[in-house]
Structures are given as structure tokens and as C-alpha cells.
């Protein structure tokens, strides 16, 4: 068995995570990591990651129900990004589409909305 390969945190403490559908390969979100998550994402089997604008550790989907299950966690050469595979329930994201990346930079929609965000978050 290899061992756990150190990641690089850097001086904010924080890594990027891309989120890829583990089966589809499309990619879902990225999002930020702190130690604290990627230590609750290994040990819960759901993605956890951290909020720069709430400054707090998120699982997520604990608000709308749409869980990332992890398939396999990978870090890239450097060891400063990481690679979440997982399953994804519902939407990744929280406009309601299934991916953080549906539309162009034209501003073409071109992703699937899944979930309609105001049954889901109400009017935040």
C-alpha cells in the first residue's frame, strides 16, 4: 500500500477541488478544501469543503439534499489541487443546474437545470 500523499495547503490553508461525475466525467463545481475537510470527506465518504465567503467548513448538499458521494479522491502532481469523482445527487449546483458550468462565456445557457432553487433555498 503507497502512502498518503502530503498536500500542499499552501500560506491559506486552503487547496482547490475540482467536483467531476465520477461516471459521466462532466464537471460539476469547484470549490476550496481546507486539512478539516478533506479529513471529513475521507472519513464520512461525502464531499466536504470550506466557504471563503462564510469562512466555515460545508458539507456539501446538508442544506438541499444534493450529496456528492466520493468515489475516489486524487491530487494532482504538485499536491496543491485535488480531484473529487463522485456520485451526484440532484444538482451541483446552487442556481438549480446540474453543473457550476452552465453557460458560456457568451452567456449561452447550455446546462441542464435540475431543481428549481426557491423550493430548495426559499427566498435567501
Request: net charge negative.
Amino acid at each position: 500500500m503507497d502512502d498518503d500523499v502530503s498536500v500542499d495547503f499552501g500560506e491559506d490553508g486552503l487547496v482547490p477541488a475540482v467536483a467531476q461525475d465520477a461516471e459521466s466525467g462532466e464537471v460539476l463545481m469547484l470549490a476550496y478544501v481546507s486539512p478539516e475537510a478533506l479529513e471529513c470527506t475521507r472519513e464520512t465518504g461525502r464531499a466536504h469543503y470550506y466557504s471563503r465567503s462564510r469562512d466555515e467548513l460545508w458539507e456539501k448538499g446538508a442544506t438541499s439534499g444534493h450529496v456528492q458521494e466520493i468515489e475516489e479522491v486524487r491530487v494532482d502532481c504538485d499536491a496543491d489541487t485535488l480531484l473529487y469523482l463522485v456520485a451526484q445527487e440532484g444538482g451541483a449546483c446552487h442556481t438549480g443546474h446540474r453543473s457550476c458550468f452552465y453557460r458560456t462565456i457568451e452567456g449561452e445557457n447550455v446546462g441542464e437545470e435540475v431543481y428549481d432553487p426557491d423550493d430548495v433555498y426559499g427566498d435567501e
